[in-house]
């Protein structure tokens, strides 16, 4: 059983840190993409920023210079760094993963985390 589990999350006032952790755990042969996800009250889930399995990231434009991904590849764990904080960035932040189970005959499948809920007041 393949699950995605998140932690870090909690409650920083405006221009704050926070940093995100994510871990892959279970019946695991390769993981290709590894991403976090945010969904405010009443908004729709969006793309915070996306590591791929080589490597490259790539950012949402409201996030760009104060957020940063990275990934522990042997860990199977990825890491939002969250800088500079501002309270539009509350919400509740979803790891997401295109995991490929061990002795799966159907490839890749997209996971996603319970989520953890970030809180940045004014």
């Known amino acids: 059983q393949v699950q995605l589990v998140e932690s870090g999350g909690g409650l920083v006032q405006a221009g704050g840190s926070l940093r995100l952790s994510c871990v892959a755990s279970?019946?695991?042969?390769?993981?290709?993409?590894m991403g976090w996800y945010r969904q405010a009250p009443g908004k729709q889930r969006e793309l915070v920023a996306v590591?791929?399995?080589?490597?490259?990231?790539n950012y949402a434009d409201s996030v760009k210079g104060r957020f940063t991904m990275s990934r522990d590849f042997a860990k199977n764990t990825a890491y939002l760094q969250m800088n500079s904080l501002k309270p539009e960035d509350t919400a509740v932040y979803y790891c997401?993963?295109?995991?490929?189970?061990?002795?799966?005959?159907?490839?890749?499948?997209?996971?996603w985390g319970q989520g953890t809920q970030v809180t940045v007041s004014s």
């Open positions: 590591v791929t399995s080589r490597g490259a990231a």
């Open positions: 997401n993963a295109d995991i490929t189970p061990s002795g799966s005959a159907y490839g890749p499948r997209d996971y």
């Open positions: 279970g019946s695991i042969f390769s993981i290709n993409r």
